[in-house]
């Protein structure tokens, strides 16, 4: 069965999923009842199984929202704002705290579903009554044993300390306290290697390339994961073994990167709306192109300025950059767009031909983590580290090359680089909170008025406080 939404109904995964998911959004709210998940109408055959573990994916995909991440974090961060401001965007002044942050409370209730379900998965695999090898049966399970890494990873980079869950106990699941930062991480890499170990090459038949977990996948996250823990021989050797696998490569033309035949994505998210499942449409709503150029023309100027760059995010491309020329676009109120999801709900046929998905990994960033590790290693490696920054510069960029020698001169290039090449892509507030340069960058945006440094931490949900006595807020919330 080919891994591609639209073409499966939605009735079907939807059916196999209502045995074993909780029926409504917050899982710690509302658990599934035992009685309901049975071996035999689960997994008793290889298409339930695969249908359970598309749909797995597909609630994943609800996290990324078509693009919806994009606004988020980049809001959160010094990329994207709103211009004219509007006083209920919490995320671009940072005005965000414990009493007004219901919209962003799906980062923490998503994740934990689909760890649920993933948990679910990796229970009764083992028992499953269908009649499966082995390798296939662990094939499965490095599938849900990588979903449950990156739900975990994207929960700890939003909020630090948090629940750890790795069993479908609904009782236990929703006593949990905190588990430290350290502790979850070694879960994470422990899920990864697990998943590295029994993930094949390529993917399994079913899944479709990009969209589904293989080693080089686990592998890309688990490059990334060891870049936010500071581990950097780890970070650059895996880094290093998807950039050598040969199942990748950089794209000159811009305008493919981020679209599905790309060769430089490792993994992908399709859409999270059943009507729009090729394409980014959230950010499209939001900015140009979909939302100018649907508003009538008395009220243009009240939307066009939704999700446009900041001024110092413009600042920050070079004369001459490639990237903002084919990938950026003003609008007649000169405020800047992006250009990377050029489909909305009312171009689908457009997407249909060519469709995007959103990415999570490619090719670039392994190139820009290898460089940050090099420099950051104990025995740096500032010429290896130079080669693998300017080859993105001139690839992506038309740029020459960096003039940064010195250590301190790189990593500020590399800022600048991750900054440039992942601008709206949902990179930028990750990296400035690991780095630690959240609080000296975002306290000098002139639009970030509610900023204060604990807030490189999200307020975890009231609701969830209310219900979890265990649960203790982050600091200054």
């Known amino acids: 069965m080919k891994y591609i939404y639209k073409t499966i109904s939605l009735f079907a995964i939807v059916s196999v999923l209502s045995l074993f998911t909780t029926s409504c959004e917050d899982f710690l709210n509302a658990p599934l009842p035992p009685d309901k998940i049975t071996p035999e ?9 695969e249908m359970a573990m598309l749909g797995i994916y597909s609630k994943a995909s609800k996290f990324y929202g078509s693009g919806s991440m994009v606004y988020r974090t980049e809001c959160l961060a010094d990329n994207l704002s709103r211009n004219p401001p509007l006083a209920m965007d919490i995320m671009s002044s940072s005005a965000y705290d414990a009493n007004n942050s219901a919209t962003l409370s799906s980062l923490w209730s998503v994740p934990y579903s689909v760890i649920y379900e993933a948990n679910v998965m990796l229970e009764n695999l083992p028992i499953s009554p269908a009649k499966l090898s082995t390798q296939v049966i662990d094939q499965y399970l490095a599938q849900n044993l990588f979903i449950r890494a990156l739900m975990h990873f994207e929960l700890l980079r939003f909020y630090g300390d948090i629940p750890l869950v790795l069993n ?56 990334r994961v060891y870049l936010h823990m500071g581990d950097w021989i780890n970070a650059e050797t895996y880094a290093t073994e998807v950039i050598n696998s040969g199942k990748y490569a950089l794209e000159a033309d811009l305008t493919t990167v981020l679209m ?6 490792i ?8 009507s729009a499942p090729n394409s980014c449409f959230y950010y499209s709503l939001q900015g140009m192109p979909m939302m100018y150029q649907m508003m009538p023309v008395p009220y243009r100027w009240k939307y066009s300025g939704w999700g446009c760059l900041t001024q110092s995010a413009i600042n920050e491309f070079e004369t001459g950059d490639q990237r903002f020329s084919k ?3 003003y609008s007649l109120e000169k405020n800047v767009f992006t250009l990377k999801y050029p489909y909305g709900i009312i171009t689908q046929e457009m997407a249909d031909e060519d469709p995007q998905d959103f990415c999570i ?5 392994m190139y820009l983590i290898r460089a940050e590790a090099k420099v950051r290693k104990s025995s740096p490696d500032l010429t290896g580290a130079a080669a693998d920054l300017n080859l993105i510069r001139t690839t992506h960029g038309k740029l020459a090359n960096t003039t940064a020698t010195t250590q301190a001169a790189l990593l500020l290039a590399l800022e600048h680089e991750n900054r440039i090449e992942f601008m709206c892509e949902s990179h930028r507030w990750y990296d400035i909170v690991r780095t630690g340069r959240a609080d000296a960058i975002l306290s000098k945006e002139s639009n970030k008025t509610g900023w204060k440094s604990h807030k490189s931490l999200l307020p975890i949900p009231t609701n969830e406080l209310i219900i979890n006595k265990k649960l203790v807020q982050n600091p200054g919330y």
């Open 168 to 223: 479908s106990d609904p009782i236990e699941s929703a006593m949990l306290a905190r588990s430290p930062k350290a502790e979850v991480y070694a879960s994470i890499i422990t899920d990864l290697k697990d998943a590295i170990n029994k993930l094949p090459e390529t993917n399994i038949s079913g899944m479709d390339a990009r969209r589904c977990a293989n080693k080089n996948v686990a592998k890309a996250l688990l490059a």
């Open 361 to 365: 990994l490619r090719l670039a960033e």
């Open 260 to 265: 599905r035949r790309s060769k430089e994505i």
């Open 327 to 329: 990938l950026f676009t």
């Open 267 to 274: 993994f992908s998210m399709d859409g999270s709306m059943a």
């Open 41 to 49: 109408k689960v997994f008793g055959s290889k298409g339930t199984i």
